[in-house]
């Protein structure tokens, strides 16, 4: 079984971006697959500590908990997850070393599209 999170709050983007995932797995033979939504930074949080996931796509824009503050706190607490894509709009010229440092896999800019998500899927499959 393969547990996804997407921690978004801005329900087209998490239903787009589920949409594309439940396309991708419908392609992959004899995958279990469950996408749990998260519309908020804490409620995220509180996910990620009551279930383990394989694969996260965090916004970094969202109430209560941003993706920066996340990923910090799976740092501090040494929570590790095998692939964390982050998604955002805001893009800075920095955000690549901070994304790294603070243990993003890989980064996705907004608006994607389903190649992209693929691509991210594939990363995930490639060194699993």
């Known amino acids: 079984m393969i547990n ?3 921690a978004e709050d801005n329900r087209t983007t998490y239903t787009i ?3 594309y995932i439940n396309k991708y797995f419908l392609t992959e033979e004899d995958v279990d697959f469950t996408v749990d939504i998260a519309p908020n930074g804490q409620i995220a949080l509180d996910m990620v500590q009551k ?5 996260l ?4 824009v969202m109430p209560k908990v941003d993706g920066f503050e996340f990923l910090d706190f799976l740092k ?5 997850y095998p ?10 010229d920095n955000y690549e070393d901070i994304l790294t440092k603070k243990g993003a896999s890989s980064w996705v800019i907004k608006p994607y599209n389903k190649k992209t998500i693929f691509i991210e ?4 499959f490639k060194n699993k």
């Open 4 to 6: 996804i999170l997407i």
């Open 17 to 19: 971006l589920k949409n």
């Open 51 to 55: 279930k383990t996931y394989d694969i």
């Open 57 to 60: 796509f965090l916004d970094i």
């Open 76 to 80: 501090s607490y040494d929570i590790k």
């Open 83 to 92: 692939y964390i894509c982050v998604t955002t709009a805001l893009w800075e």
């Open 121 to 124: 899927l594939d990363k995930f």
